[in-house]
């Protein structure tokens, strides 16, 4: 029997604001990050399974294709809530939105998606 290794990977991603700053506060703008970051997965062919918003962190229990990149899911993923919060006017243009540094953890496990998965909904994601 040959072993295939899976086309896709889970992946969590925690994305924190520049020096903590408390920019996802207004219930609009995490609403609209959100959105904007379900649009961008789906644009790269990304399933975004849940996202948390909140104050000061962006979470993302997302499904990638394996060949993916770490570097190019958190880049792209920053860019879009950063422009969700530029284009909300809640952080001005030119002034740093998030801290260069991130979380990122590829899920081994169907166990550790659903952990993953139960967490995000109790701080306050959506699926």
């Known amino acids: 029997m040959d072993f295939k290794p899976p086309r896709t990977k889970w992946c969590h991603i925690t994305l924190s604001t520049y020096r903590r700053r408390q920019l996802f506060k207004i219930a609009a703008t995490a609403r609209f990050c959100e959105r904007l ?4 997965c789906k644009t ?11 104050p000061d962190t962006v979470h993302v229990l997302l499904e990638v294709p ?9 880049r792209r993923l920053r860019a879009a809530a950063a422009r969700a919060v530029r284009e909300h006017a809640v952080c001005p243009g030119g002034r740093r939105v998030f801290e260069t540094g991130h979380w ?5 496990s169907p166990a550790g998606v659903a952990a993953v998965r139960r967490h995000l909904s109790r701080v306050g994601g959506s699926q």
Do not use: K, S
């Open 37 to 40: 970051l379900r649009r961008a």
């Open 44 to 54: 790269h062919g990304w399933r975004a399974d849940a996202i948390a918003i909140r």
């Open 66 to 74: 394996r060949t993916t990149p770490r570097d190019a899911v958190v």
């Open 104 to 108: 990122f953890a590829v899920l081994p």
